[in-house]
T-cell receptor, first 109, second 114 residues
């Protein structure tokens, strides 16, 4: 079983739409959680960390459900510039980071 | 630019040749990671250093791969006797450590083995 599982998509949404991505992880002892954004042929860049209480950064909201071992990312009022691949990342107790395969988002004008 | 840098950005080699990549992390970061990424996949962990000590290696890392971080600053990743299956983007990331330990990635080295 993979450490981190994501729906690869693609998600094609119109500008202004709200879109949500989910990710599940297998190790209940995982310590830290992140969402990274990766543009085509570029390196991943940190979008936001995910805290137990949930956190928001502008149009982006991240949630963590430890009981069900899933993480979510909600993007409101989608912009064309949000088009990218969104990677779910989980850090275990041994300081290894596990990446999902990524979810592809295209925002359509 | 004080971010993570990698060199070279692109490498084309023939099967059987050895290649070496370099990563310079953000200067105050004590942790350094190497990943491999192929098309349509997320980055796959290869190995991790804390300062100069190599603390973890993926079981996927064959004996042909070796990494060093001799002075706890820059790191090198060497692949010996390259195979076509080694073609991928090799990413380096660094972090400060701690519970959160967000990683910051370099631009990657794209390896093509002919």
């Amino acid at each position: 079983r993979k450490e981190v599982e994501q729906d690869p998509g693609p998600f094609n949404v119109p500008e202004g739409a709200t879109v949500a991505f989910n990710c599940t992880y297998s190790n209940s002892a995982s310590q830290s959680f992140f969402w990274y954004r990766q543009d085509c042929r570029k390196e991943p860049k940190l979008l936001m960390s995910v805290y137990s209480s949930g956190n928001e950064d502008g149009r982006f909201t991240a949630q963590l459900n430890r009981a069900s071992q899933y993480i979510s990312l909600l993007i409101r009022d989608s912009k064309l510039s949000d088009s990218a691949t969104y990677l779910c990342v989980v850090k275990n107790t041994g300081n290894q980071f596990y990446f999902g395969t990524g979810t592809s988002l295209t925002v359509i004008p | 630019d004080t971010g993570v840098s990698q060199d070279p950005r692109h490498k084309i080699t023939k099967r059987g040749q050895n290649v070496t990549f370099r990563c310079d992390p953000i200067s105050e970061h004590n942790r350094l990671y190497w990943y491999r990424q192929t098309l349509g996949q997320g980055p796959e962990f290869l190995t991790y250093f804390q300062n100069e000590a190599q603390l973890e290696k993926s079981r996927l890392l064959s004996d042909r791969f070796s990494a060093e971080r001799p002075k706890g600053s820059f790191s090198t990743l060497e692949i010996q006797r390259t195979e076509q299956g080694d073609s991928a983007m090799y990413l380096c990331a660094s972090s400060l450590g701690g519970l959160a330990g967000e990683q910051f990635f370099g631009p990657g080295t794209r390896l093509t083995v002919l």
